[in-house]
C-alpha cells in the first residue's frame, strides 16, 4: 500500500472507525451464514456447523460493536466506499473457496484467513489513525482477531488434513451431457 | 466517503428472504444475490416497491431468495414480463435476472426489443457461459473451444455472442459489465443502472465452479476497463468490439427517451363490448 492510498483511508474519528467495525464484524457473519446454509443444503453438516458457529461468534461481536456505539451517530457508507484494502470487507471468507466436499481442516483455514485479514485491517488502523481513542479501540480490537487467530490454531490442530482425495465423488453433479 | 443526510431504511440483510440458496458452493450467484440487496438497500427502495422477475435457471432463482415481490417466469420470457409489468406499474421499480442461456438464446428475440423499447428496467445476466443448471451444455457465450460437453466434444465452433455490443446496438441506455469477485463494485453499478432511466443493461461474470472451474481465474484476468464512461454510441461500439470481455465498469450511458405507454382509458369497457354486440 503506497503512503497516498494509506492516508486515504485513514480513519480518524470514532464513528467512522465503529461504522467500519459493524460492517466488518455483520459481512463475516453473514458470509459465515451463507457457507454454512450452502454446506447444510449440499449434505456436508460437519462444515456446515463450523461455520454456522463461526457465524454465531461473528453476531456476538457485531453485537458488542454495536453496544460500543450505542449514542454516537454512525455515517451511512455506501458498501464500495468503505477503506478496505481490496475493496470487500475484511474478514468474509471467500466463497470462491468453497467446495461442497471440502473438510473441516479446510473450513477453517479459510476462516483462519478472515481473522488475519480483520486483524491486519484493525492493526493497520491502529497505525495510521491520528486520533487516540481510535487507536485504542482498534488495537483492542486487534487483539480480540489475534486471539481468535489464536483459538482456530488450536481448533485446526484437532481435525486431521484433508485427504488427497478429499474432493473424490463417486457420483459427481460434474457429469456434461 | 459520502456521509448521506439520511440512512438507508433497511440493511441489505431486510432483502433476503428465509429461503437458503441451492447454488453450489462457490458459486458466483451468491455474491450477485449479495451486490443486489446491497444495491437495494442503498437505493433506500421499499420492498413492496420492488419486482425482481427471472426466467428459468440457476441465476434465475434469485426472486426467491429476496424478500421483494418476484416472479420466476418461464424459459427466455422474463423480459417481457417485466415489461408487462412496468408498463402497468410504472410507479415499481422492477429488476430482470437470469442466465446468459435464458437470456441471450431462448430470450434473444426479448432481449433485443427491450434494449430497442428501452422501458425503465434493470436487467443483471449473470453469464457463466454454460447451462448449468442442466448439467452443463454449451451456451450463446460459451467459448468456441469448449469442449467439455458431450453435445460438443470438438467446442461449439461458433463464434460467442456479444451481449453488450448487441445490446448496444439495439439500443440499450446504460451498459455495464461488473464481476461476482468484485461484491462491492457490482453493488454500485447496479445501483447506478436502478438510477438510470431506461433499459439498463448488466453483465455480471458469475463463475460456474462446477461446469467451468476455470472460471475460478477471472479472479486474475478480471480487470477494470481502461477507458471512462462514454455517451458516444460510436465510440462504446469500438471499444466493446476491441474488447476481451473481461474488462469491467460501467461502458456506456445513453439519452434515449423512455418508452412509456398511454395509460389513459381510450375507450370504457361498455364501448368495448358494445363492439362485441350481435
Same mark, same amino acid.
Given at each position: 500500500?503506497? !503512503?497516498?492510498?494509506?492516508?486515504?483511508?485513514?480513519?480518524?474519528?470514532?464513528?467512522?472507525?465503529?461504522?467500519?467495525?459493524?460492517?466488518? /464484524?455483520?459481512?463475516?457473519?453473514?458470509?459465515?451464514?451463507?457457507?454454512?446454509?450452502?454446506?447444510?443444503?449440499?449434505?456436508?453438516?460437519?462444515?456446515? +456447523?463450523?461455520?454456522?458457529?463461526?457465524?454465531?461468534?461473528?453476531?456476538?461481536?457485531?453485537?458488542?460493536?454495536?453496544?460500543?456505539?450505542?449514542?454516537?451517530?454512525?455515517?451511512?457508507?455506501?458498501?464500495? /466506499?468503505?477503506?478496505?484494502?481490496?475493496?470487500?470487507?475484511?474478514?468474509?471468507?471467500?466463497?470462491?473457496?468453497?467446495? *461442497?466436499?471440502?473438510?473441516?481442516?479446510?473450513?477453517?483455514?479459510?476462516?483462519?484467513?478472515? /481473522?488475519?485479514?480483520?486483524?491486519?485491517?484493525?492493526?493497520?488502523?491502529?497505525?495510521?489513525?491520528?486520533?487516540?481513542?481510535?487507536?485504542?479501540?482498534? #488495537?483492542?480490537?486487534?487483539?480480540?482477531?489475534?486471539?481468535?487467530?489464536?483459538?482456530?490454531?488450536?481448533?485446526?490442530?484437532?481435525?486431521?488434513?484433508?485427504? !488427497?482425495?478429499?474432493?473424490?465423488?463417486?457420483?459427481?453433479?460434474?457429469?456434461?451431457? | 466517503?459520502?456521509?448521506?443526510?439520511?440512512?438507508?431504511?433497511?440493511?441489505?440483510?431486510?432483502?433476503?428472504?428465509?429461503?437458503?440458496?441451492?447454488?453450489?458452493?462457490?458459486?458466483?450467484? *451468491?455474491?450477485?444475490?449479495?451486490?443486489?440487496?446491497?444495491?437495494?438497500?442503498?437505493?433506500?427502495?421499499?420492498?413492496?416497491?420492488?419486482?425482481?422477475?427471472?426466467?428459468?435457471?440457476?441465476?434465475?432463482?434469485?426472486?426467491?431468495?429476496?424478500?421483494?415481490?418476484?416472479?420466476?417466469?418461464?424459459?427466455?420470457?422474463?423480459?417481457?414480463?417485466?415489461?408487462?409489468?412496468?408498463?402497468?406499474?410504472?410507479?415499481?421499480?422492477?429488476?430482470?435476472?437470469?442466465?446468459?442461456?435464458?437470456?441471450?438464446?431462448? +430470450?434473444?428475440?426479448?432481449?433485443?426489443?427491450?434494449?430497442?423499447?428501452?422501458?425503465?428496467?434493470?436487467?443483471?445476466?449473470?453469464?457463466?457461459?454454460?447451462?448449468?443448471?442442466?448439467?452443463?451444455?454449451?451456451?450463446?457465450?460459451?467459448?468456441?473451444?469448449?469442449?467439455?460437453?458431450?453435445?460438443?466434444?470438438?467446442?461449439?465452433?461458433?463464434?460467442?455472442?456479444?451481449?453488450?455490443?448487441?445490446?448496444?446496438?439495439?439500443?440499450?441506455?446504460?451498459?455495464?459489465?461488473?464481476?461476482?469477485?468484485?461484491?462491492?463494485?457490482?453493488?454500485?453499478?447496479?445501483?447506478?443502472?436502478?438510477?438510470?432511466?431506461?433499459?439498463?443493461?448488466?453483465?455480471?461474470?458469475?463463475?460456474?465452479?462446477? *461446469? #467451468?472451474?476455470?472460471?475460478?481465474?477471472?479472479?486474475?484476468?478480471?480487470?477494470?476497463?481502461?477507458?471512462?464512461?462514454?455517451?458516444?454510441?460510436?465510440?462504446?461500439?469500438?471499444?466493446?468490439?476491441?474488447? !476481451?470481455?473481461?474488462?469491467?465498469?460501467?461502458? *456506456?450511458?445513453?439519452?434515449?427517451?423512455?418508452?412509456?405507454?398511454?395509460?389513459?382509458?381510450?375507450?370504457?369497457?361498455?364501448?368495448?363490448?358494445?363492439?362485441?354486440?350481435?
Amino acid at each position: 500500500m503506497t !503512503d497516498d492510498v494509506k492516508d486515504a483511508n485513514r480513519i480518524d474519528s470514532v464513528e467512522l472507525f465503529l461504522a467500519h467495525a459493524l460492517t466488518l /464484524e455483520n459481512e463475516a457473519a453473514d458470509g459465515y451464514q451463507e457457507i454454512g446454509d450452502s454446506m447444510a443444503v449440499h449434505n456436508n453438516p460437519e462444515v456446515a +456447523g463450523l461455520f454456522l458457529q463461526m457465524c454465531k461468534y461473528g453476531r456476538m461481536h457485531a453485537d458488542e460493536v454495536r453496544e460500543l456505539a450505542t449514542g454516537l451517530d454512525l455515517p451511512h457508507i455506501p458498501p464500495w /466506499e468503505y477503506s478496505w484494502e481490496d475493496g470487500e470487507s475484511p474478514e468474509s471468507a471467500s466463497m470462491d473457496k468453497m467446495h *461442497y466436499m471440502m473438510q473441516p481442516a479446510q473450513a477453517l483455514a479459510l476462516a483462519m484467513k478472515a /481473522e488475519r485479514q480483520a486483524h491486519a485491517f484493525y492493526a493497520g488502523v491502529a497505525a495510521s489513525t491520528a486520533n487516540p481513542r481510535v487507536r485504542e479501540l482498534a #488495537q483492542q480490537f486487534a487483539a480480540e482477531e489475534s486471539e481468535h487467530v489464536r483459538l482456530l490454531g488450536e481448533w485446526i490442530a484437532k481435525y486431521p488434513p484433508a485427504d !488427497d482425495n478429499w474432493d473424490y465423488d463417486p457420483d459427481p453433479p460434474a457429469m456434461p451431457e | 466517503m459520502t456521509a448521506l443526510a439520511q440512512t438507508p431504511a433497511l440493511t441489505a440483510a431486510a432483502y433476503k428472504s428465509d429461503y437458503r440458496p441451492v447454488w453450489c458452493p462457490g458459486c458466483g450467484h *451468491y455474491s450477485v444475490l449479495s451486490s443486489l440487496t446491497k444495491a437495494l438497500a442503498e437505493l433506500g427502495l421499499q420492498r413492496e416497491n420492488v419486482a425482481v422477475i427471472s426466467g428459468i435457471g440457476c441465476s434465475s432463482r434469485i426472486p426467491a431468495y429476496t424478500s421483494v415481490y418476484g416472479f420466476h417466469s418461464v424459459h427466455g420470457r422474463a423480459l417481457p414480463v417485466a415489461t408487462g409489468l412496468k408498463v402497468a406499474r410504472p410507479d415499481l421499480t422492477v429488476v430482470v435476472a437470469g442466465g446468459d442461456g435464458d437470456g441471450y438464446s431462448i +430470450g434473444g428475440n426479448h432481449f433485443l426489443h427491450a434494449c430497442r423499447r428501452n422501458v425503465d428496467l434493470t436487467y443483471l445476466v449473470m453469464d457463466n457461459q454454460v447451462y448449468g443448471m442442466t448439467k452443463g451444455q454449451a451456451s450463446p457465450t460459451t467459448p468456441a473451444d469448449w469442449d467439455r460437453s458431450k453435445l460438443t466434444p470438438h467446442g461449439t465452433g461458433v463464434s460467442p455472442f456479444h451481449p453488450l455490443a448487441v445490446a448496444l446496438a439495439a439500443g440499450a441506455n446504460f451498459i455495464a459489465r461488473c464481476y461476482a469477485g468484485d461484491p462491492n463494485g457490482t453493488a454500485r453499478v447496479i445501483t447506478e443502472a436502478v438510477r438510470h432511466p431506461g433499459f439498463s443493461m448488466v453483465q455480471i461474470l458469475s463463475q460456474c465452479v462446477t *461446469y #467451468q472451474p476455470s472460471q475460478k481465474e477471472w479472479k486474475t484476468t478480471v480487470r477494470k476497463a481502461d477507458v471512462t464512461t462514454t455517451r458516444d454510441a460510436v465510440r462504446a461500439a469500438r471499444w466493446l468490439m476491441a474488447d !476481451d470481455g473481461l474488462s469491467t465498469g460501467v461502458l *456506456y450511458i445513453g439519452h434515449r427517451p423512455i418508452y412509456r405507454p398511454e395509460l389513459q382509458a381510450s375507450c370504457s369497457v361498455d364501448d368495448l363490448e358494445s363492439g362485441f354486440v350481435v
